[in-house]
């Protein structure tokens, strides 16, 4: 079978860039860890902790990945599990992707709706979105991890810039009293929570066999994790402490709502940094979702992934204009947040789980691959 | 080439404009928005600049800087909505500095009534909030008296002024909402009021000349139900308590002067510490202030080149300090029996446990808690003279 390696081939800084503004732009979205557990100023520990459950849970990935560096993730499901539980992995796999970039989109939109274009109908920024990203995935991922190497230092200076220009805002008494008002039950309840909100290992393992040097993929996958959580965890403080705890929580957008508050002397409108960043961000992670979907269907059809961009886009506009038409999803963040949780308990640690124990079965067989 | 002209077709129709985009001659910009009750229903009132001002003063034509339009509704929505029947821009708010709030509508809950102003993105989070003092918002508005020719500017610029003297309060949406969900603090808000003005000089006395505006004082909050008002020396000593003095005088008896001798320090820097303590089972409110000034003024037969009347010059600026503090915290204690000096979330950080215990009743330990306080007064600087004009220096 061929393989992605044979193909294209990435840097540890490619990859390790593109992970990490998977990750931050999700923080810049909608910070949807404000709302975990008690949701309160302990927020930022909760982040913190949130590393180590990130790294135990994702490990049964990450394990069959250093194991099969050569494949990526449907490719060693096939190899553990045999063609045919192989192949029902694929398909779950690309309903996964599949729903996870409907998400994105529908939140991207949202946003895009409520805070930019409130006149300009759904259906024109979910086509336009996915105009310049069924682009991006036809340029394939080498062109994606070389805009990646561009944009992204950018986007991390920017996110930067507009900590630091909140500095004068920031009331650090807003975080106190720390560990008070939470229990240790709800610190650990809370960081499992957060460690729920991220699939984006999934792209790692998509990537693995493309490595120029696959012992990176320790390094990026830790690296990744700490300096995203790292990241979010600044924007969380900068966010709480200038709005407050409980104004944090009612802002659908919180960090739009910090950059509106941002000036310098008689200048404002710094949230126009935070939009172009944003945007650049999300369309990024549409693409890579949106171009490993149809690397899953190449996998499965064994027709070139390409043909799939087209028709992958038109079906996800129909699906996110349907969602998007029918109901708000930011404010109803519990129910959204449990498709979340359980989309990503089920492919990051239920499936690879079951993968990882068949593995072990069957690890002397597998050992000549 | 047939790929390069598909593009650029695709470029043409896409980036041609976008859907949302409102030309400049479509606006109608609002500098400052009241907000009123009048008859059970929401009056808004915006101040709209008028783009013809700048052509038509230049021609010699008398003209208004700008226009107002009223709304009224059920909802703020509402009334915003009901503008549009009658005023032929769309009313674009994003550059709102100020929003005023009737006493009435301030008094049936201002936070409640906001709800769509952030909801809807035009309404920027930092524009300041005032309160008409007695009367309804729309009457404090298109008064100007000083130089600005735009009454909103002229609002703002007095706001601002409490760099040079903090009797006035400078609060925005985030931190009165902040306040508001603060389980040990109250919210405060700026005050507006109209005022008489003395016509000195009487070519003048046109139109809204014979008004002047004040944002004397602080408006106090319980929830977000207006509670009162504080006069302007009260106002200063909570935003010595909020930290939140960052320039302005204080005036104190000169040492060792008459009745009538009074001098001022300019302050520098001030920084004030809040604490609580439980001391049996009773609440201590504690204040800590330092601050670091320059002499503003010296009225009395005190020679300041000398160190021990720099002394004596700094402890009575922290005993004049100490007093008006502590006479606006038993007001607060006595009258109003809220804490809007933040004492409740100190409380929260330095006692987690016992706030849980505790924090439905703040106000009532509040209002009968002891108030200590402890200002430190630094003279840092005596200007370009030493010694009082009126004094000779002898050798």
Same mark, same amino acid.
């Given at each position: 079978?061929?393989?992605?390696?044979?193909?294209?081939t990435?840097?540890?800084?490619?990859?390790?860039?593109?992970?990490i503004?998977f990750r931050?732009i999700?923080?810049?979205?909608y910070?949807?860890?404000?709302?975990?557990?008690?949701?309160?100023?302990d927020?930022?520990?909760?982040?913190?902790?949130?590393?180590?459950?990130?790294?135990?849970?994702?490990?049964?990935?990450?394990?069959?990945?250093?194991?099969?560096?050569n494949?990526?993730?449907?490719?060693?499901?096939?190899?553990?599990?045999?063609?045919?539980?192989?192949t029902?992995?694929?398909?779950?796999y690309?309903?996964?992707?599949?729903?996870?970039?409907?998400?994105?989109?529908?939140?991207?939109?949202?946003?895009?709706?409520?805070?930019?274009?409130?006149?300009?109908?759904?259906?024109?920024?979910?086509?336009?979105?996915?105009?310049?990203?069924?682009?991006?995935?036809y340029?394939?991922?080498?062109?994606?991890?070389?805009?990646?190497?561009?944009?992204?230092?950018?986007?991390?200076g920017?996110?930067?810039?507009?900590?630091?220009?909140?500095?004068?805002?920031?009331?650090?008494?807003?975080?106190?009293p720390?560990?008070?008002?939470?229990?240790?039950?709800?610190i650990?309840i809370?960081?499992?929570?957060?460690?729920?909100?991220?699939?984006?290992?999934?792209?790692?393992?998509?990537i693995?066999?493309?490595?120029?040097?696959?012992?990176?993929?320790n390094?990026?996958?830790?690296?990744?994790?700490?300096?995203?959580?790292?990241?979010?965890?600044i924007?969380?403080?900068?966010?709480?402490?200038?709005?407050?705890?409980?104004?944090?929580?009612?802002?659908?957008?919180?960090?739009?709502?910090?950059?509106?508050?941002?000036?310098?002397?008689?200048?404002?409108?710094?949230?126009?940094?935070?939009?172009?960043?944003?945007?650049?961000?999300?369309?990024?992670?549409?693409?890579?979702?949106?171009?490993y979907i149809?690397?899953?269907?190449?996998?499965?059809?064994?027709?070139?992934?390409?043909l799939?961009?087209?028709?992958?886009?038109?079906?996800?506009?129909i699906?996110?204009?349907?969602?998007?038409?029918?109901?708000?999803?930011?404010?109803?963040?519990?129910?959204?947040?449990?498709?979340?949780?359980?989309?990503s308990?089920?492919?990051?640690?239920?499936?690879?789980?079951?993968?990882?124990?068949?593995?072990?079965?069957?690890?002397?067989?597998?050992?000549?691959? | 080439?047939a790929?390069?002209?598909?593009?650029?077709?695709?470029?043409?129709?896409?980036?041609?404009?976008?859907?949302?985009?409102?030309?400049?001659?479509?606006?109608?910009?609002?500098?400052?928005?009241?907000?009123?009750?009048?008859?059970?229903?929401?009056?808004?009132?915006?101040?709209?600049?008028?783009p013809?001002?700048?052509?038509?003063?230049?021609k010699?034509?008398?003209?208004q800087?700008?226009?107002?339009?009223?709304?009224?509704?059920?909802?703020?929505?509402?009334?915003?909505?009901?503008?549009?029947?009658k005023?032929?821009?769309?009313?674009?708010? *994003?550059? @709102?500095?100020?929003?005023?709030?009737? #006493?009435?509508?301030?008094?049936?809950?201002? +936070?409640?009534?906001? &709800?769509? !102003?952030?909801r809807?993105?035009?309404?920027?989070?930092?524009?300041?909030?005032?309160?008409?003092k007695?009367?309804?918002?729309?009457?404090?508005?298109?008064?100007?008296s000083?130089?600005?020719?735009?009454?909103?500017?002229?609002?703002?610029?007095?706001?601002?002024?409490?760099?040079?003297?903090?009797?006035?309060?400078?609060?925005?949406?985030?931190?009165?909402?902040?306040?508001?969900y603060?389980?040990?603090?109250?919210?405060?808000?700026?005050?507006?009021?109209?005022?008489?003005?003395?016509?000195?000089?009487? *070519?003048? @006395?046109?139109?809204?000349?014979?008004? #002047?505006?004040?944002?004397?004082?602080?408006? +106090?909050?319980?929830? &977000?139900? !207006?509670?009162?008002?504080?006069n302007?020396?009260?106002?200063?000593?909570?935003?010595?308590i909020?930290?939140?003095?960052?320039?302005?005088?204080?005036t104190?008896?000169?040492?060792?002067?008459?009745?009538?001798?009074?001098?001022?320090?300019d302050?520098?820097?001030?920084?004030?510490?809040?604490?609580v303590?439980?001391?049996?089972?009773?609440?201590?409110l504690?204040?800590?202030?330092k601050?670091r000034?320059?002499?503003?003024?010296v009225?009395?037969?005190?020679?300041?080149s000398?160190?021990?009347?720099?002394?004596?010059?700094?402890?009575?600026?922290?005993?004049?300090?100490?007093?008006?503090?502590?006479?606006? +915290?038993?007001?607060?204690?006595?009258?109003?029996?809220?804490?809007?000096?933040?004492?409740?979330?100190?409380?929260?950080?330095k006692?987690?446990?016992?706030?849980?215990?505790?924090?439905?009743?703040?106000?009532e330990?509040?209002?009968?808690?002891e108030?200590?306080?402890?200002v430190?007064t630094k003279?840092?600087?005596?200007?370009?003279?030493?010694?009082?004009?009126?004094?000779?220096?002898?050798?």
């Open positions: 079978m061929k393989n992605l390696s044979q193909t294209e990435f840097t540890y800084n490619q990859v390790l860039l593109l992970m503004v931050l999700l923080g810049l979205t910070m949807p860890v404000v709302h975990v557990s008690v949701g309160n100023q927020t930022w520990i909760i982040l913190l902790l949130s590393i180590v459950y990130k790294i135990i849970f994702n490990l049964p990935l990450v394990y069959l990945s250093n194991k099969f560096n494949y990526n993730l449907l490719e060693f499901a096939d190899k553990i599990m045999g063609k045919f539980l192989g029902l992995i694929s398909i779950f690309i309903i996964i992707f599949l729903l996870a970039n409907i998400l994105f989109v529908t939140i991207f939109v949202e946003i895009l709706d409520v805070a930019l274009f409130p006149l300009t109908p759904t259906w024109v920024n979910v086509v336009l979105a996915f105009f310049a990203c069924a682009y991006i995935s340029k394939g991922m080498t062109g994606l991890c070389r805009l990646g190497e561009v944009v992204v230092p950018i986007i991390i920017i996110t930067f810039l507009l900590v630091i220009l909140g500095v004068n805002n920031f009331d650090f008494s807003e975080l106190l720390i560990l008070s008002d939470s229990t240790f039950k709800d650990n809370g960081a499992i929570n957060s460690t729920f909100r991220f699939m984006d290992i999934l792209l790692l393992c998509m693995t066999p493309s490595l120029e040097n696959k012992k990176d993929l390094k990026i996958f830790i690296n990744s994790i700490v300096f995203s959580t790292l990241m979010v965890a924007l969380i403080v900068a966010t709480q402490a200038t709005l407050g705890v409980e104004y944090t929580k009612h802002a659908n957008f919180p960090f739009l709502v910090y950059t509106r508050t941002l000036s310098v002397g008689e200048i404002y409108g710094f949230d126009s940094l935070y939009i172009g960043i944003w945007i650049i961000g999300n369309l990024m992670k549409i693409s890579a979702f949106l171009y149809t690397v899953a269907l190449e996998k499965l059809t064994k027709k070139n992934n390409r799939f961009i087209i028709p992958v886009s038109v079906l996800l506009v699906l996110t204009i349907t969602i998007k038409n029918r109901e708000p999803l930011l404010p109803i963040a519990g129910e959204l947040n449990n498709v979340i949780r359980l989309l308990i089920i492919s990051v640690v239920v499936v690879p789980t079951i993968m990882l124990i068949a593995y072990f079965f069957r690890r002397k067989k597998l050992q000549n691959i | 080439m790929k390069k002209i598909i593009a650029i077709i695709i470029f043409l129709i896409f980036l041609t404009g976008c859907w949302d985009a409102r030309e400049l001659n479509q606006l109608g910009i609002s500098l400052i928005m009241g907000f009123d009750i009048e008859n059970d229903k929401i009056l808004i009132t915006a101040e709209i600049i008028n013809v001002y700048s052509l038509e003063e230049a010699g034509n008398e003209i800087s700008v226009e107002y339009v009223q709304g009224i509704g059920n909802t703020v929505q509402e009334a915003a909505k009901d503008i549009t029947l005023f032929d821009r769309s009313l674009f708010i *994003a550059h @709102n500095k100020v929003v005023i709030f009737g #006493e009435e509508f301030a008094k049936r809950g201002l +936070v409640k009534n906001i &709800d769509q !102003l952030l809807e993105r035009e309404q920027r989070e930092t524009s300041k909030i005032l309160i008409a007695g009367t309804k918002a729309y009457e404090v508005m298109g008064i100007t000083g130089v600005e020719q735009i009454p909103a500017n002229y609002i703002y610029e007095i706001m601002k002024n409490i760099r040079r003297n903090p009797k006035n309060a400078d609060v925005d949406f985030i931190e009165f909402l902040k306040n508001y603060h389980e040990g603090q109250h919210p405060v808000a700026g005050v507006v009021e109209k005022k008489d003005k003395d016509e000195i000089n009487k *070519a003048d @006395n046109a139109g809204g000349k014979g008004y #002047e505006l004040s944002t004397l004082g602080m408006s +106090v909050f319980k929830g &977000d139900k !207006l509670a009162g008002y504080l302007g020396n009260d106002t200063k000593s909570v935003n010595f909020l930290n939140k003095i960052s320039g302005g005088i204080i104190f008896p000169t040492p060792g002067g008459g009745p009538e001798d009074f001098s001022s320090i302050v520098v820097q001030s920084k004030t510490k809040r604490d303590e439980i001391v049996d089972d009773k609440v201590i504690k204040a800590k202030i601050l000034g320059s002499m503003g003024e009225i009395g037969d005190i020679d300041i000398n160190i021990e009347n720099i002394k004596k010059m700094e402890e009575a600026c922290s005993k004049a300090i100490e007093e008006g503090i502590t006479l606006a +915290v038993k007001k607060i204690q006595d009258e109003f029996k809220i804490d809007v000096f933040g004492f409740g979330t100190v409380f929260h950080k006692y987690p446990k016992k706030w849980e215990e505790i924090k439905d009743d703040w106000d330990i509040f209002s009968q808690a108030f200590q306080i402890e430190d003279l840092i600087r005596t200007g370009l003279i030493n010694t009082p004009l009126f004094l000779k220096k002898v050798k």
